[in-house]
């Protein structure tokens, strides 16, 4: 009986559990707003890498201003401005892409394990996570990029997505595991293990889908965190500067005295890309947040209901 209570409890959860999550990802403003910008930046990243006005590599006169021939100038260099930019969103959302998802796995195994088990494995794995959030990200990056470039001239785009997981994973695991250690001290669960199921059957088939929405919310701000580390690696000249991207950019404009002498069309596109990809990422984080946190969904109910209440006072007051 009890085994027939649990798995249909089970499969009356996710059924409610997914259209309910259907109809809150179609409301969610958040949500929507921050995939239409990602998605925008992701179509103009993509359509950049055929359609260009010259080959970014090309020379002409140096250091000019934007005019009808160079939208936005050249550089030091002579390589026109626009060229490059358009070019150089991919590559950066590439690397962001791949050490994000890669630090995801990572931190959704540690995490889901870490809060299933019990006793000395969750001690070790707690510790493993706590050792890593101690440790700034950074300076960490700082210290791992110099020493593959010191046996490597230049950071290839697997030194980066292994420079970016090192350093980010922790935080997803973190968030995972707290997640986690809550839903393995269920009812439906205990149920479930006294059915005979096996660990990795409740881990992978049971927990792991009420986490969809805290997965999704620790990818876009892993995401956030990649592009900025990235980026940042790059613009102190710890990568390949070889390969355009919006950290390169960033760091001949610097090193070549473009932010000194003030010529905004070369610094200020890249860096406002990555700002508008930064916002896109943090309204879909804020989204997840609130389709994953109940507190915040009663809260945004409790407001409608009191505009809906004003509205119909002013409606009774007028009539």
Same mark, same amino acid.
């Given at each position: 009986?009890?085994?027939?209570?649990?798995?249909?409890s089970?499969?009356?959860r996710?059924?409610?559990?997914? +259209?309910?999550?259907a109809?809150?990802?179609?409301?969610?403003?958040?949500?929507?707003?921050?995939?239409?910008?990602?998605?925008?930046? /992701?179509?103009?990243a993509?359509?950049?890498?055929?359609?260009?006005?010259?080959?970014?590599?090309? $020379?002409?006169?140096?250091?000019?201003?934007?005019?009808? @021939?160079?939208?936005?100038?050249?550089?030091?260099?002579?390589?026109?401005?626009?060229s490059?930019?358009?070019?150089?969103?991919?590559?950066?959302?590439?690397?962001?892409?791949l050490?994000?998802?890669?630090?995801l796995?990572?931190?959704?195994?540690?995490?889901?394990?870490?809060?299933?088990?019990?006793?000395?494995?969750?001690?070790?794995?707690?510790?493993?996570?706590?050792?890593?959030l101690?440790?700034?990200g950074?300076?960490?990056?700082? /210290?791992?990029?110099?020493?593959?470039?010191?046996?490597? @001239?230049?950071?290839?785009?697997?030194?980066?997505?292994?420079?970016?997981?090192?350093?980010?994973?922790?935080?997803?695991?973190?968030?995972?595991? @707290?997640?986690?250690?809550s839903?393995?001290?269920?009812?439906?669960?205990?149920?479930?293990k006294?059915?005979?199921?096996?660990?990795?059957?409740?881990?992978?088939?049971?927990?792991?889908?009420?986490?969809?929405?805290?997965?999704?919310?620790?990818?876009?701000?892993?995401?956030?965190?990649?592009?900025?580390?990235?980026?940042?690696?790059?613009f102190?000249?710890?990568?390949n500067?070889?390969v355009?991207?919006?950290?390169?950019?960033?760091?001949?404009?610097?090193?070549?005295?473009g932010?000194?002498l003030?010529?905004?069309?070369?610094?200020?596109?890249?860096?406002?890309?990555?700002?508008?990809?930064?916002?896109?990422f943090?309204?879909?984080?804020?989204?997840?947040?609130?389709?994953?946190n109940?507190?915040?969904?009663?809260?945004?109910?409790?407001?409608?209901?009191? +505009?809906?209440?004003?509205?119909?006072?002013? $409606?009774?007051?007028?009539?």
């Amino acid at each position: 009986m009890s085994e027939e209570f649990a798995k249909s409890s089970v499969s009356n959860r996710k059924k409610l559990s997914f +259209r309910g999550t259907a109809k809150m990802l179609i409301q969610n403003k958040y949500l929507l707003s921050g995939l239409i910008i990602v998605i925008g930046v /992701v179509v103009l990243a993509i359509v950049g890498l055929f359609v260009h006005p010259y080959n970014p590599y090309r $020379t002409f006169a140096s250091d000019t201003a934007p005019s009808s @021939a160079h939208f936005l100038g050249t550089n030091f260099f002579g390589n026109d401005i626009w060229s490059q930019f358009l070019v150089s969103i991919w590559p950066s959302i590439e690397v962001s892409f791949l050490g994000a998802g890669l630090a995801l796995v990572v931190a959704v195994v540690i995490g889901l394990f870490s809060g299933y088990y019990k006793g000395l494995k969750n001690d070790l794995l707690s510790f493993f996570i706590n050792v890593f959030l101690l440790i700034p990200g950074l300076p960490l990056a700082i /210290v791992i990029s110099s020493d593959l470039q010191a046996s490597n @001239a230049n950071l290839g785009v697997l030194s980066l997505v292994a420079v970016i997981v090192i350093t980010g994973w922790a935080y997803g695991a973190r968030t995972i595991r @707290a997640q986690a250690l809550s839903i393995s001290s269920r009812d439906y669960i205990r149920f479930i293990k006294h059915t005979g199921e096996s660990d990795f059957s409740i881990i992978f088939r049971e927990i792991l889908p009420s986490l969809l929405s805290y997965i999704g919310y620790v990818f876009t701000n892993l995401f956030i965190m990649a592009i900025l580390l990235e980026t940042s690696l790059l613009f102190l000249g710890l990568g390949n500067e070889t390969v355009i991207s919006l950290g390169s950019i960033l760091y001949f404009a610097n090193t070549y005295s473009g932010i000194l002498l003030g010529e905004w069309w070369w610094f200020i596109p890249p860096g406002l890309t990555i700002a508008v990809i930064g916002v896109g990422f943090g309204l879909i984080s804020l989204g997840l947040d609130t389709i994953a946190n109940p507190s915040l969904r009663v809260y945004k109910q409790n407001k409608k209901k009191e +505009r809906n209440n004003r509205k119909a006072k002013i $409606t009774s007051q007028i009539k």
